[in-house]
């Protein structure tokens, strides 16, 4: 069966660098991943997706390394608003056998002052 | 604003109820979604529709009951629910199936009584 796990807590400063890895063993060729942030009483909202190596937008970056069994979410420089909720997501296809669009099991990420 | 709406934001009902949750969205995408989202655990996926027709049902019981009549609404019918059915229902669409970026609405929180 199709996992993908995360660290349950992080805590980091303001302007610091953040890194959260999801595990996804079992992922495919064509299975992309993708990282969703959620705040409370809202529903997750799209960070940023990748397929291999690095993708980097506005807010993060993503590294994935060859063998594509973790993925890293990088986020520059945290502010306090950035606590929330991470989720990585993955397109298992037709890997699972079960279903598709598996969520990590969430990063609560806490910024201090 | 994300494009997608939810109606009701919050619910309260028996066990003997029966009652609707409805999903609308803006944004001209042909695959909606329904996630459950428990208290300390990650998203489940429930039902997925592609162009109207349903494509997922990860084994959910048959007293949540999926409606999606055209590509822009989509519902979840409740009946007979037990306790444990107190979540967070977010509904969610995608431009098309798989490798999508999803789009989540504010989500209904049920609780059943």
């Known amino acids: 069966l199709a996992k993908t796990t995360q660290p349950i807590s992080m805590d980091s400063y303001e302007g610091q660098e953040v890194n959260i890895t999801c595990s996804h063993n079992?992922?495919?060729?064509?299975?992309?991943i993708t990282w969703y942030q959620q705040f409370p009483s809202q529903g997750p909202r799209f960070i940023i997706q990748g397929y291999k190596t690095k993708v980097t937008n506005e807010v993060a970056s993503l590294f994935i390394p060859a063998d594509r069994k973790s993925s890293t979410l990088s986020l520059p420089r945290v502010s306090l608003s950035d606590t929330a909720v991470y989720y990585c997501l993955v397109d298992y296809g037709a890997t699972s056998g079960t279903y598709k669009y598996i969520f990590g099991t969430g990063t609560r990420l806490k910024v201090l002052a | 604003e994300t494009g997608v709406t939810q109606t009701p934001r919050h619910l309260v009902m028996g066990m003997t109820n029966k009652k609707s949750l409805k999903c609308e969205q803006h944004?001209?995408?042909?695959?909606m979604y329904w996630y459950k989202q428990s208290a300390k655990k990650p998203l489940e996926l429930m039902f997925v529709y592609n162009f109207k027709e349903q494509t997922e049902n990860n084994s959910v019981p048959s007293r949540f009951s999926p409606e999606c009549p055209n590509s822009s609404h989509l519902f979840l019918h409740l009946h007979t629910l037990q306790p444990e059915d107190s979540a967070l229902y977010l509904c969610?669409?995608?431009?098309?199936?798989?490798?999508?970026?999803?789009?989540f609405g504010s989500g209904t929180q049920l609780s059943v009584l």
């Open positions: 079992n992922i495919a060729t064509n299975d992309y």
């Open positions: 969610a669409s995608s431009q098309a199936e798989g490798g999508e970026k999803l789009f």
């Open positions: 944004l001209g995408h042909n695959a």
